[in-house]
């Protein structure tokens, strides 16, 4: 036997031997029950949101993402609006500690600086809220955003986006709105620069959280409120105070859901961690919209056919003067410059990503009053 033959032996010998081992070694890892990974760390979240409001739902979708895709490694806890906070104070109660997390919107907090409702209830210059979404995630957005809490408000915030929301309707009102004349002077509630925008169009404003709209109504103190949508409207008992619902409006054309949570809190979680609370909000985005597609659908007929609510577009001399109304405050917001820099970021994505999807959209509604002729009314 020549020395190379036997040295192949000896190397063949151990190649099998080593491979036997790690078939041994992954056969007994296969084998090994599964055990349950220590919880590691719990997120205490409130919502804005009343325990019947789909919103609520929608926050608990959120949070059950989370907890399932991290294992047991990571658990937030849900609390519904005011349990610790005021629905309205979710912000300062992330940024000072009281609540890890919240569930919420940034028109909410729009009073620490209007640039807030830039992100989701600002001036309709013609993208809807999937495409608002784009913008804050692909057009620079979520950059801006981190620049206002950072830079600007330097609040112990981080957050992410969630729900492109359908475009809110006018609202809700003892008597039809058929002309803007009878806005002037109206007791009304909305949130946000959209309060500016009613305030300029001669209304009287209140802002108030979802719970307090009702009793509101019911005791004069508003004579007309908006709120968000037909399901959240209908579980609150809008149906009960006012049955003319006028669909459509430009004040808020877009908004989103803000998650929040206690920078130091997520600054301290393991990079796996951080990745599953960001990417539950992107996943549950979608899921939020297409169970709103279904409910707010259903809610709305349940509206005309069971609660016999007189379901009107709202018209056109209305949208009108909300986009001059809007053009005015534009002017006036853009001279903070920061605020200007969000708006140009805003018309730069429109310009081009509107411009697209109007362009190469087909006749939607042309389709849809071929196959339901005499359905649509406006």
Known sequence: MTKTTESTRVNRRRFLKGGALAAAAAAGTVSMPNVSRAQTATLKMQGSWGAKDVFNEMAQDYVERVNKMAGGRLKIDYLVGGAVVHPFQVFDGVHGGQIDAAHTVPVYWY?????????????VFGFNANEGLGWIYNGGGKELYEELQTQILKVNIKSFFAMPMPTQPLGWFKKPITSVSQLKGLKYRTVGLAADLFQALGSSVAQLPGGEIVPAMERGVIEGFEFNNPTSDRRFGAQDVAKNYMLGSHHQATEYFEIMINRGKFNALPDEQKAILQYAAEAVSSANEWKA?????KDLQELISKDKVNVIRTPKDVFEAQIKAWDGLAAQLAQDPF??????????WVRRVVYYNMTNATDFKGAFEHHFPGVLKI
Do not use: N, R
């Open 339 to 348: 605020m200007k820099k969000v708006m140009d970021s805003q018309k730069e």
């Open 111 to 123: 009073g620490k600086h209007k640039a807030a409702s830039l992100f989701g209830t600002g001036p």
């Open 293 to 297: 597609m279904d409910y707010y659908s």
